[in-house]
């Protein structure tokens, strides 16, 4: 049986990541380790809470011995690693938690795992590692920098970050490629491009408008909204993670993307003509300081090498993510009066 080790599965995209897996694959353990920051919500994962294949463990990648006390307790056979500090501007008021989560969460994680992985964990030049072991590293196409009105993202292309949150994630990125030339370890490293679909954190644009909307309350919209982001559904974004890590090439990088560039302005003004509601909202704000203009995935690695296609057009991935927001007000108010916050005492009081 594989234990897949999954870290930040208590966030937007770790959750619907954990409840694939687990009701994929019901042969394997599925252990989700999570510190709860704020965007952690453990009422994401409800419907699989009872599940014996699935388990929660309340846990900081940056503490090396709960780290190393889940390896010795458990099997580990793969570590798929997207807890982050993962909202730009916040990286911006605030970046050393951004670093240290990001980066050292990382190598932390890596050198636990290099030890329990490693047939001898002791001679710095053995390469060799217990077969079917994988450290899966969840990337962003932010680490690339920013694109002009032409071109896509290509894996090979050299980053170039331009916010603490991306500069922190291209930072992770190297120490884990590091590992692989250096200690030989099994690793793939994923750049998605922007998410979207259910359980995002209400501070993020769609979440943020859906919500705003609903409420009557002011649209912000940077700059002249005119910076172009490649929306996936994150459903797509989960299968492909689960392609790479079940067939990705070892040391491999893997750009995810569905071919689909929308302007921020025109996002905000598709969801308020869904909910019928006025573009007076809009109203513009000063620009982000060093905001990206334009994101834009080549998948052709993926989609070639991996066999991966994403399954949702834009046009049925948004519609559905407005009617999942509308029937879920109260999980949003429950971020916003904080509730969510109390989820795991009163579910895990116990442990
Ligand atoms: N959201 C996107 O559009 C997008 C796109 C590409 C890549 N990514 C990457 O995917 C990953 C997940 O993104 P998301 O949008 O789900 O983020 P999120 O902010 O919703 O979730 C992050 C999760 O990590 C946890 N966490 C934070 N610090 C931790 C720590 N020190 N130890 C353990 N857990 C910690 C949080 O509690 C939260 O549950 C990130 O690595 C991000 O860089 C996100």
Redesign the pocket.
Known sequence: MKTVLV??????????FVKLMVKKYPDYNIIN?????????LENLKDIEGKSNYTFIK?????KEKIENIFESNDVSAVV???????VDRSIEEPE?FL???II?TQVLLDTAKKYWKVNSEDKYCKEYKSGVKFL??????VYGALGKTGMFIETMPLMPNSP?SAS?AS?DMIVRAYHETFGMPVNI???????GP???PE?LIPLVINNCLKQKDLPVYGDGMQVRDW?H?SD?CSAIDTVLHKGKDGEVYN?GGNNERANIDIVKLIIKTLDKSEDLIKYVKDRPGHDRRYAIDNTKITTQLGWSPAYTFEKGIKETIQWYLDNTEWIENIITGDYANYYSNMYSNI
């Open positions: 870290t930040g599965g208590a966030g937007f995209i770790g959750s619907n380790i999570d510190a709860l920051t704020y965007a952690g919500n846990a900081d990648i940056r503490d690693n997207f807890a982050a500090e993962s909202h938690v240290t989560t990001n969460g590293q969840v990337s962003t196409d932010e949150y994630k992770a994923t750049r998605c491009s922007n998410n979207y359980y995002q954190f993020k996936l994150v974004h995810i």
